[in-house]
């Protein structure tokens, strides 16, 4: 024994009357621990607390031990002594566990991993009775709640590949964690079920004991698992089927939801990450701590092993390792479903690809199938803020659960978002009605312009789709002229060119003369303006064409045919129901793009929808004072639903998130990440006759011959089926149904575009001509 060892010795016999024969240092993060040993063979660990040791952790570590040896717990786990003078809170000395290190078990089969799981999982049973002030108030590093913090120490660690690796499990959990922590189920948890934590049995079969509940916080129930997992993996050839075994013990004995498992695989990554981003910084702090360096080695190669699984394969396999049944409820299989849908639905109500999906939970930018199956979505930008997102359903709960009514009441929510809307928007739009869909809206702008001009006729998009009314299928030239169309809403229905610079009438050769095709276009607007003598009411176009196959006018258009609609006393709306609220990135409204200091672009009207409410219905206009004061002609405007208490916590949530996450410029970043994706694409793949967009609203046009542009829309169909099975949600759009629409919920991750990238990459070269 050394001088230390005796000192321990000393203390036990001091504090705790105990004769120990012999002690041994032991490592440790942060006490000081020895083994001591009596002559009839009892063992014990005395720890004695570092001084930077909190007594408030002391003391919560010793109530959880306290709590712990009143359950029946078939598992060893270490009992305070408890001394005759009274507590001694900084001194302790615990009952040794027995059984051999996990550490130093040779083989570990998936019998004794899922006993990890297991014996994880009965702890948290036991501790969800143990509530202690200082478990919800600690906020360590360890926590994997807050391991987003060591991402910015990752240039710490000396390789770049390997920080590569760390950011790749960083940016993973971000994009997982980020909206899911609201709905994993709390608990207290040990914190740290590592491969020193944990003693297995002497043949090597099951757990037998845990010890250290020094990280013991209030977290949530599947950050035990995940850190269980994280070490019980290591060493191993398959990591993966590793940690599944962990997480597959764990649910036998305490069953985990659907959220739980879907954020597994990341969770483990991130424990791994964390701790190698801490090895990295204590290496330079703390020289020769060896125990703080003891699992890095192995952890390098378990977090590459790990990294060449996709998220969506991970998650897969962990729902089939907890043989998750399928939909949460029940509910139909997809094919009687199906069959359901065709005797009660309406048949021109179509659905999406060749099997169809049967989705029954959404979040971030995933969308689930029944059997539990993620699919990145790329192209719904109605739950612009991501599916689910628990800031909007948690304003719509709280306002549902209080008062839902109409605009006849005084109510602060309507004033305060018409107030939050108009101050989006350039002056002099200022005045907000609320409605419930974007066809409501555009006929309400159509009322406003008529009412304010007392003139009839329109102009409207070559591709433009502006709602399914009656007055709207004849205004969207998509519906009127493609299949089942008939034709204009009448007379005083005039179509303008799309300002299409691929394959429209003016296209973009790559010269000087590309500068001129938006002054070319608005041209075409003036042409069409003269061809009746009827003046014109107003201009109803989409600031960039939707159906119409993710077209953005070419730069000066807008500015140009404003001006031409303007001088012939016509007033200008703009659609935005599917580009608005930042999606195109360097604006926040998409007319916003073709605005410049010289020649500002600003609407009479502006139409709002789809992504205003985040999947609840509601839609806007807003206009100019003048306009809402002459449509005030004494006939009431009243839309029983538009503008509820409801509707208007929803739509302030929504841009809350969009303001608070910095969506406008995730989609501005990203979008450039997805053009430069896809340029390089096209550049392997001759399909690919077009990439065009801005921010998350990117189109692709798909054709046979680059030169003649013959359409391939069989092809844009197999590449959204292709990318489908492997788990990217695309679809196909434009008049000549050629063009793959990307316009996902702005939430998505770098991380999502890179493998969008990767998938369509697959797709394409699937499906390329031979
Ligand atoms: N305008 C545009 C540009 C649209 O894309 C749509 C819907 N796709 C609408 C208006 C109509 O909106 P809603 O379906 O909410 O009536």
Redesign the pocket.
């Known amino acids: 024994m050394n001088t230390l060892e005796q000192q321990a010795v000393d203390l036990a016999t001091e504090i705790y009357g105990l004769t120990a024969t012999t002690a041994t240092a032991l490592p440790g993060e942060m006490d000081q621990n020895f083994r001591l040993e009596t002559q009839d063979g009892r063992r014990f660990i005395l720890k004695i607390a570092a001084d930077e040791r909190d007594d408030e952790l002391l003391d919560l570590e010793n109530a959880a031990l306290r709590h712990l040896a009143l359950e029946t717990l078939p598992l060893r786990i270490p009992r305070l002594v408890e001394p005759p003078s009274g507590p001694s809170e900084r001194v302790r000395l615990l009952t040794w566990v027995d059984g051999r290190l996990w550490v130093d078990v040779p083989e570990r089969g998936p019998a004794l991993r899922r006993s990890l799981g297991a014996a994880a999982a009965r702890l948290d049973r036991a501790l969800a009775t143990f509530h202690h002030p200082v478990a919800i108030e600690r906020e360590h590093d360890w926590d994997l709640r807050w391991a987003h913090r060591q991402a910015r120490h990752v240039s710490q660690v000396a390789e770049g590949n390997r920080q590569a690796l760390l950011d790749h499990a960083f940016q993973q959990y971000s994009g997982h964690l980020r909206d899911a922590w609201p709905t994993l189920p709390p608990s207290v948890i040990h914190g740290d079920l590592n491969d020193y934590n944990v003693t297995v049995d002497e043949r090597g079969e099951s757990v037998f004991g845990l010890f250290d509940f020094g990280d013991l916080t209030a977290s949530h129930r599947v950050c035990e698992v995940a850190i269980a997992a994280a070490y019980g993996c290591l060493g191993e050839d398959d990591p993966v089927a590793a940690a599944l075994d962990v997480l597959a013990g764990y649910h036998q004995i305490l069953p985990l939801e659907e959220d739980e498992i879907a954020v597994f695989f990341p969770l483990v990554c991130a424990r791994l990450a964390v701790s190698l981003v801490f090895a990295a910084r204590r290496r330079a702090q703390a020289e020769g701590n060896e125990y703080l360096l003891v699992t890095e080695k192995p952890a390098w190669t378990a977090l590459e092993r790990l990294a060449q699984s996709s998220p969506a394969q991970g998650e897969d396999r962990a729902r089939g390792m907890c043989e998750r049944k399928p939909a949460p409820g029940g509910g139909q299989a997809p094919d009687s479903l199906s069959a359901t849908r065709k005797r009660r639905i309406g048949p021109s109500l179509g659905l999406s690809y060749r099997q169809p999906l049967k989705i029954v939970r959404g979040r971030g930018p995933y969308l689930f199938d029944h059997r539990g199956r993620p699919f990145l979505d790329l192209v719904n930008n109605v739950c612009h803020v991501g599916h689910a997102h628990p800031r909007v359903v948690e304003a719509a709960h709280r306002q549902m659960a209080r008062l839902n009514t109409n605009t006849r009441y005084l109510y602060d929510g309507l004033t305060d978002y018409a107030d939050r809307l108009a101050s989006l928007l350039p002056e002099p739009l200022e005045v907000c009605y609320f409605v ?7 006929e309400l702008a159509l009322r406003l312009a008529r009412t304010h001009t007392a003139r009839r006729r329109l102009l409207v998009m070559e591709g ?6 009656e007055q ?1 299928i004849g205004l969207s030239h998509y519906k009127f002229l493609g299949k089942g169309g008939a034709g204009a809403a009448g007379p005083d229905v005039s179509v303008v060119p799309a300002p299409d610079a691929y394959r429209g009438r003016h296209r973009r050769t790559g010269g000087p003369q590309d500068a001129d095709l938006g002054r070319r276009y608005g041209e075409e607007v003036g042409r069409v303006i003269e061809e009746s003598n009827d003046p014109v009411a107003a201009f109803l176009c ?1 600031s960039l064409l ?2 119409g196959g993710q077209v953005e006018p070419p730069a000066g258009y807008l500015a140009d045919a404003f001006e031409r609609v303007r001088a012939a006393g016509g007033v200008c709306i703009a ?5 608005g609220f930042g999606r195109v990135g360097e604006a926040f409204w998409g007319f916003g793009l073709q605005s410049t200091p010289e020649a500002p672009v600003v609407p009479d009207i502006v ?1 709002l ?2 992504p205003i409410g985040n999947g609840h ?1 509601m ?1 806007a206009v807003v206009t100019r004072r003048e306009f809402a004061e002459s449509f005030a002609t004494g006939m009431e405007f009243f839309c029983t639903f538009g503008g509820n208490p409801v509707s208007c916590a929803v739509g302030l949530a929504v841009l809350d998130v969009i303001e608070e996450e910095g969506l406008q410029e995730n989609a501005r970043v990203l979008g450039g990440r997805f053009l430069a994706g896809l340029r390089q694409l096209a550049g392997r793949h001759p399909l690919i006759g077009d990439v065009r967009g801005r921010g998350l609203f990117l189109g692709l046009e798909l054709v046979r011959d680059r030169h003649t542009l013959e359409p391939a829309a069989e092809e844009a169909s197999a590449i959204v089926e292709e990318a489908k099975k492997d788990g990217f949600l695309l679809s196909t759009d434009g008049p000549l149904h050629n063009v793959i629409k990307i316009k996902p919920p702005m939430v998505l991750t770098a991380d999502d575009v890179d493998r969008t990238l990767r998938a369509l990459d697959r797709a394409f070269a699937a499906h390329s001509p031979s």
């Open positions: 419930n869909s974007g066809s409501e809206a555009n433009g789709y502006h709602g399914h009314t709207l989409e939707s159906c659609d935005e129901v599917q580009v139409v929808g789809k219905p839609a």
